[in-house]
């Protein structure tokens, strides 16, 4: 793995000779207009960070170092057998900005194993936690358990030159990403299948290896696990959970600590816990309506019904995206390739052709199409994970490649302190009257 580590830091060393040079021509060129709208909306359009592992085009959806979910799809490695790519080889990408071949992305998947060790004391403090607690309460507590075992904490406070931050970095990052499979099937088989765990398998991959610490075996599943950990590693740096955690990083809090952080943010209902809305949503309207399969004018009454309570469809709509979601087709693409019989697929589909038209005839709204959440949960309903509430520990564990990659470059290009300048309504009013310049105007 050090021939990884050197390499990265080779690639890392020519970018922020690029940046330097680019800041010291351009540094003062305005990026965009900000306006008052946007101080209070989110920040929505404001370009305020950069992230190099993905970015998101409105129309074409995310694309890794360049290459669309596809084009992944096509290129990086797969399992012996397998058709999906390995996650692992989506990390070397992110992190080295090259596509991988077979031997560096097994070295990954060698070294990963080799680091999966979690001590003990990271169980017994899960198991001092209510077996009702949610799945990603528990995850988070077992990042935080994990915190003790930070190289970057350890060697921060015994005293290290600020040009070696990226290396304990680097390590931590990497033992972080070994752990979380065991420490998320640990969970599930906590909370759901009676305690009885499941041994790691130091022959399988990494997403192999969770599908059968978690108890499925199928190859099916496992392969579906391998697309799932690729297409929600990242989605650029202006989502919570990747914002999140580059937030906490700037401060020099450890990969541990970062990474918790970040997962709290994806917990929230507007981001990963939005997966578990939708399959909700869907039980939720089969029951109402007392039927297994609705038809689409069933469907179509149900959104509307829906709309008029003054909620929303979740898995429908996104703050950038305008266009189907590029991972909600390679789900639908596997669904229909190894189950296109199956009855809650189908309802996905159905909704699929439902939804759209009913929410552009409000005239409201920018974008009416799915998003990754609007089927992921289908997938594995139909292998049998039924325990919904456990969708975003999954999402938290793929999470984990784009967050920590990015992690990696926060360190090695030594980005500072996130601080954005905040205003107050009040100096926004005196602003208006042209008594106070909020912008340093």
């Known amino acids: 793995m050090e021939e990884l580590k050197q390499l990265f830091k080779s690639k890392a060393d020519g970018l922020a000779a690029e940046i330097r040079d680019i800041l010291k021509v351009h540094g003062n060129r305005k990026v965009g207009e900000v306006t008052l709208a946007q101080l ?56 080295i900005g090259e596509l991988p071949n077979d031997a560096d992305t097994t070295k990954i998947t060698e070294f990963l194993q080799s680091r999966s060790h979690v001590p003990s004391y990271v169980f017994e403090t899960i198991e001092a936690l209510p077996i009702s607690a949610h799945p990603m309460t528990q995850f988070v507590v077992g990042v935080m358990a994990l915190q003790g075992e930070s190289q970057f904490a350890k060697k ?16 931590d990052v990497l033992d972080l990403l070994a ?8 969970i599930y088989r906590r909370k759901y299948k009676n305690g009885v765990h499941i041994q790691p398998n130091g022959s399988l991959d990494w997403a192999g290896n969770l599908a059968h610490m978690m108890g499925f075996e199928d190859e099916g599943f496992k392969e579906l696990m391998r697309l799932y950990m690729t297409i929600h590693a990242d989605h ?31 917990a929230g209902p507007l981001h990963g816990l939005a ?20 038809s689409k004018e069933q469907i179509a ?17 996104h703050a950038v995206l305008r266009k189907t979601d590029p991972r909600f087709t390679a ?25 759209p038209p009913i929410l552009q005839s409000l005239g409201k709204v920018k974008n009416p199409w799915p998003n990754v959440d609007a089927h992921s949960g289908a997938l594995l309903v139909h292998y049998g994970l039924v325990e919904y509430e456990f969708y975003t520990v999954l999402f938290g564990v793929s999470r984990a490649l784009g967050v920590m990659a990015s992690l990696c470059w926060d360190r090695v290009l030594a980005l ?22 909020i912008w340093g105007e």
């Not at 740096?237 to 994806?266: E, I, K, R």
């Open 275 to 294: 997966n578990q809305e939708v399959i909700k949503w869907i039980f939720e309207m089969r029951d109402e309506l007392n039927v297994d399969s609705p």
């Open 301 to 317: 009454e149900y959104v509307k019904k829906t709309l008029s309570e003054g909620k929303v469809v979740p898995g429908y709509g």
């Open 416 to 437: 500072p302190l996130e601080r954005p300048k905040s205003v107050t309504t009040q100096s926004v009013k005196l602003w208006l009257e042209g008594k106070d310049a």
């Open 331 to 355: 789900q639908m693409e596997f669904g229909k390739k190894h189950m296109p019989d199956d009855d809650l697929l189908n309802i996905v589909w159905n909704i699929y052709e439902v939804v």
């Open 156 to 171: 921060y406070a015994a005293g290290l030159n600020k040009k070696e931050y990226w290396d304990s970095t680097f390590e």
């Open 179 to 186: 752990r979380l499979p065991q420490v998320a099937a640990y």
């Open 40 to 95: 209070y909306q989110g920040m929505r359009g404001i370009t305020g960070i950069v992230s190099e592992t993905s970015l998101l085009d409105s129309n074409d959806g995310i694309k890794f170092r360049g290459f669309s979910i596809p084009e992944l799809q096509e290129h990086l490695p797969r399992a012996k057998d397998g058709k999906e790519p390995l996650p692992e080889g989506l990390f070397y990408l992110m992190l």
């Open 236 to 266: 650029e740096g202006g989502n919570v959970s990747a914002h999140t955690t580059h937030l906490v990083g700037s401060a020099l809090s450890d990969p541990y600590l970062s990474f918790a952080a970040g997962m709290n943010g994806l």
